[in-house]
C-alpha cells in the first residue's frame, strides 16, 4: 500500500496555487491520474519519484518511509527506485535502444523479453534519433521497467502510440503488472482514456 | 632556426589544456548546476582574464609569486617551488588565463542539456557521478572538444602574461609569441617571419579541427 499525503506550492499563469493531495494506492492496483494542464499531474509523479521536493508532506510505501517533511526524511531518487516514463521521454541521445535497457540492468534475458514486448528487436541497435515518436515513446516505457520497479510513474506514456500498437502494448504491460505485481500510476490528459484498464483514478485539480 | 621556441609552446599549451580538461569538467558542472552568489562571483573570476589586459593579470602573478613576498616566499620556503621566471610559472598563469576558453563552452552545453536526462539515470538508480560520464558527458562531447581545442589555440597565443611571469630565458620561459617578438627586437626579420608562419600554421590546422570534429559548423569560442 502507498499512502500519499503531501502539499507543494506550485507557480501558475496568473499567481500561485498550491497541490494539495492525499490518496492511497493499493500494492498492484492501476491508477488513472487526469486533471487539467497545469493543475500539477506531473510535479505529483516528481514527488513520489524524489526527482521534487514538496514543502509539507509523507509518502509511505509499504509501511516504508520514502518522505517525511516534518521528520527531515527524504530517501533520494536513487534509493526509491520508480520505474518513470517521462513526458519528453528522456531518452538518452548516445545510447541505442538496447543499451538504454542495459543501463537500468544487467539481466540479458530480461532486456530481450522487454525488446520483445515493445516490438524494438530489430531496432536495438538505433539511437532515438533514428527512431519514430511511436518507437521512442515505448523504449521510454521498456527502459522504465527495465530497473523491475515496484512502482511505475507513467506521464502521459501512450500519447504517440497508434490506437493498435496503443491497445496491444497495453494488453502485454498488463499482463506484466500482474505478474510482477507492480503498483501503476498513470498520467494522461484525457479523463476517458484508460477506464478499460484502471482500478481507480485519482482527478488533479489545482487551485 | 633555433626551434625550442616552438616546441616550448607546444608543450606549454599542452599541458595547460590537460589540466584544464581535468580540473575544468567537474567545476563547469557545479557551475551548470543553479545558481548562488558564490558561483555568480567565481563565474567572474573565471570569465576576467578574456577582458583583462594580460599585462595586468601578468603583472599580479608575477608579485603574488615572486619568492620575496606571500605566497611565492611560502611555496619558495616550504616546497621549494618557484613559479617567477620558470617553466611551472607559465604553466600556472595559462592554466589561469586559458580557463574561459574552456569552462564557459562546457558548462553552457551542460545547461543545454534537457534536465530530464539527468533525473531518467537517477530513476534508474545511477548517482551524480555515474549519470555525468555516462549520460551527461557523451552528449556534451563536441562541446568538450571545442573547449579543449580552443583552449590549446589561446595557449599558443598568448604574449603578455607570459612574458611578464616567465621573461624570455631560452630552453625555460621563451615560448615562439616572445621568440617573434624578440627576433623583430633585434632586427632578425627572417627568424621572426619563420616562428610567425608555424604559428599561423599550427593555429589555423586546431581552428579548422575544430570545424571538422563539429561537422562544420561554425561554433563561437564561448558558446
Given at each position: 500500500?502507498?499512502?500519499?499525503?503531501?502539499?507543494?506550492?506550485?507557480k501558475?499563469?496568473?499567481?500561485?496555487?498550491?497541490?494539495?493531495?492525499?490518496?492511497?494506492?493499493?500494492?498492484?492496483?492501476?491508477?488513472?491520474?487526469?486533471?487539467?494542464?497545469?493543475?500539477?499531474?506531473t510535479?505529483?509523479?516528481?514527488?513520489?519519484?524524489?526527482?521534487?521536493?514538496?514543502?509539507k508532506?509523507?509518502?509511505?510505501?509499504?509501511?516504508?518511509?520514502?518522505?517525511?517533511?516534518?521528520?527531515?526524511?527524504?530517501?533520494?531518487?536513487?534509493?526509491?527506485?520508480?520505474?518513470?516514463?517521462?513526458?519528453?521521454?528522456?531518452?538518452?541521445?548516445?545510447?541505442?535502444?538496447?543499451?538504454?535497457?542495459?543501463?537500468g540492468t544487467?539481466?540479458?534475458?530480461?532486456?530481450?523479453?522487454?525488446?520483445?514486448?515493445?516490438k524494438?528487436e530489430?531496432?536495438?541497435?538505433?539511437?532515438?534519433?533514428?527512431?519514430?515518436?511511436?518507437?521512442?515513446?515505448?523504449?521510454?516505457?521498456?527502459?522504465?521497467?527495465?530497473?523491475?520497479?515496484?512502482?511505475?510513474?507513467?506521464?502521459?506514456?501512450?500519447?504517440?502510440?497508434?490506437?493498435?500498437?496503443?491497445?496491444?502494448?497495453?494488453?502485454?504491460?498488463?499482463?506484466?503488472?500482474?505478474?510482477?505485481?507492480?503498483?501503476?500510476?498513470?498520467?494522461?490528459?484525457?479523463?476517458?482514456?484508460?477506464?478499460?484498464?484502471?482500478?481507480?483514478?485519482?482527478?488533479?485539480?489545482?487551485? | 632556426?633555433?626551434?625550442s621556441?616552438?616546441?616550448?609552446?607546444?608543450?606549454?599549451?599542452?599541458?595547460?589544456?590537460?589540466?584544464?580538461?581535468?580540473?575544468?569538467?567537474?567545476?563547469?558542472?557545479?557551475l551548470?548546476?543553479?545558481?548562488?552568489?558564490?558561483?555568480?562571483?567565481?563565474?567572474?573570476?573565471?570569465?576576467?582574464?578574456?577582458?583583462?589586459?594580460?599585462?595586468?593579470?601578468?603583472?599580479y602573478?608575477?608579485?603574488?609569486?615572486?619568492?620575496?613576498?606571500?605566497?611565492?616566499?611560502?611555496?619558495?620556503?616550504?616546497?621549494?617551488?618557484?613559479?617567477?621566471?620558470?617553466?611551472p610559472?607559465?604553466?600556472?598563469?595559462?592554466v589561469?588565463?586559458?580557463?574561459?576558453?574552456?569552462?564557459?563552452?562546457?558548462?553552457?552545453?551542460?545547461?543545454?542539456?534537457?534536465v530530464?536526462?539527468?533525473?531518467?539515470?537517477?530513476?534508474?538508480?545511477?548517482?551524480?557521478?555515474?549519470?555525468?560520464?555516462?549520460?551527461?558527458?557523451?552528449?556534451?562531447?563536441?562541446?568538450?572538444?571545442?573547449?579543449?581545442?580552443?583552449?590549446?589555440?589561446?595557449?599558443?597565443?598568448?604574449?603578455?602574461?607570459?612574458?611578464?611571469?616567465?621573461?624570455?630565458?631560452?630552453?625555460?620561459?621563451?615560448?615562439?609569441?616572445?621568440a617573434v617578438?624578440?627576433?623583430?627586437?633585434?632586427?632578425d626579420?627572417?627568424?621572426?617571419?619563420l616562428?610567425?608562419?608555424?604559428?599561423?600554421?599550427?593555429?589555423?590546422?586546431?581552428v579548422?579541427?575544430?570545424?571538422?570534429?563539429?561537422?562544420?559548423?561554425?561554433?563561437?569560442?564561448?558558446?
Amino acid at each position: 500500500m502507498i499512502r500519499i499525503d503531501i502539499e507543494k506550492k506550485l507557480k501558475a499563469y496568473g499567481g500561485r496555487q498550491v497541490l494539495k493531495i492525499a490518496a492511497e494506492f493499493p500494492a498492484g492496483s492501476i491508477t488513472k491520474i487526469y486533471g487539467p494542464s497545469g493543475a500539477g499531474k506531473t510535479t505529483f509523479l516528481k514527488i513520489i519519484a524524489g526527482l521534487v521536493t514538496p514543502e509539507k508532506g509523507k509518502i509511505t510505501v509499504n509501511d516504508m518511509t520514502w518522505l517525511d517533511t516534518n521528520a527531515g526524511i527524504s530517501l533520494s531518487t536513487q534509493k526509491r527506485k520508480t520505474g518513470f516514463v517521462f513526458q519528453n521521454y528522456a531518452l538518452f541521445p548516445n545510447m541505442n535502444a538496447r543499451q538504454h535497457l542495459e543501463y537500468g540492468t544487467t539481466d540479458k534475458a530480461w532486456t530481450q523479453q522487454l525488446l520483445a514486448l515493445g516490438k524494438l528487436e530489430t531496432l536495438s541497435g538505433h539511437k532515438p534519433e533514428h527512431l519514430s515518436g511511436g518507437q521512442q515513446q515505448r523504449l521510454a516505457i521498456l527502459r522504465a521497467l527495465s530497473i523491475k520497479p515496484g512502482l511505475l510513474l507513467m506521464d502521459e506514456p501512450f500519447s504517440a502510440l497508434d490506437q493498435e500498437m496503443r491497445s496491444e502494448l497495453i494488453r502485454e504491460l498488463q499482463k506484466l503488472w500482474k505478474e510482477t505485481g507492480m503498483t501503476v500510476l498513470i498520467v494522461t490528459h484525457n479523463p476517458h482514456e484508460l477506464d478499460e484498464i484502471a482500478d481507480q483514478e485519482l482527478f488533479i485539480e489545482g487551485r | 632556426m633555433d626551434l625550442s621556441p616552438i616546441w616550448l609552446t607546444l608543450k606549454l599549451a599542452g599541458i595547460t589544456t590537460v589540466i584544464l580538461l581535468l580540473a575544468g569538467l567537474p567545476l563547469a558542472y557545479w557551475l551548470s548546476k543553479g545558481r548562488s552568489i558564490i558561483k555568480t562571483i567565481i563565474e567572474a573570476l573565471i570569465t576576467m582574464p578574456l577582458v583583462l589586459p594580460p599585462s595586468v593579470l601578468g603583472f599580479y602573478l608575477l608579485l603574488a609569486f615572486s619568492p620575496q613576498h606571500g605566497p611565492g616566499k611560502w611555496l619558495h620556503d616550504t616546497f621549494d617551488l618557484q613559479f617567477v621566471f620558470s617553466f611551472p610559472g607559465l604553466v600556472l598563469a595559462s592554466v589561469i588565463y586559458s580557463m574561459p576558453f574552456m569552462i564557459t563552452p562546457i558548462k553552457s552545453a551542460l545547461q543545454q542539456l534537457p534536465v530530464s536526462l539527468a533525473q531518467a539515470s537517477y530513476t534508474l538508480g545511477k548517482n551524480e557521478r555515474q549519470t555525468f560520464i555516462r549520460v551527461l558527458l557523451p552528449n556534451i562531447r563536441a562541446s568538450v572538444l571545442t573547449a579543449a581545442i580552443l583552449t590549446f589555440a589561446h595557449t599558443l597565443g598568448e604574449f603578455g602574461v607570459v612574458l611578464m611571469i616567465g621573461g624570455n630565458i631560452p630552453g625555460v620561459t621563451r615560448v615562439a609569441s616572445i621568440a617573434v617578438y624578440d627576433s623583430v627586437e633585434n632586427m632578425d626579420y627572417s627568424s621572426a617571419n619563420l616562428y610567425s608562419l608555424v604559428l599561423i600554421c599550427i593555429t589555423f590546422v586546431t581552428v579548422v579541427s575544430v570545424f571538422i570534429f563539429n561537422k562544420y559548423k561554425a561554433k563561437s569560442p564561448l558558446e
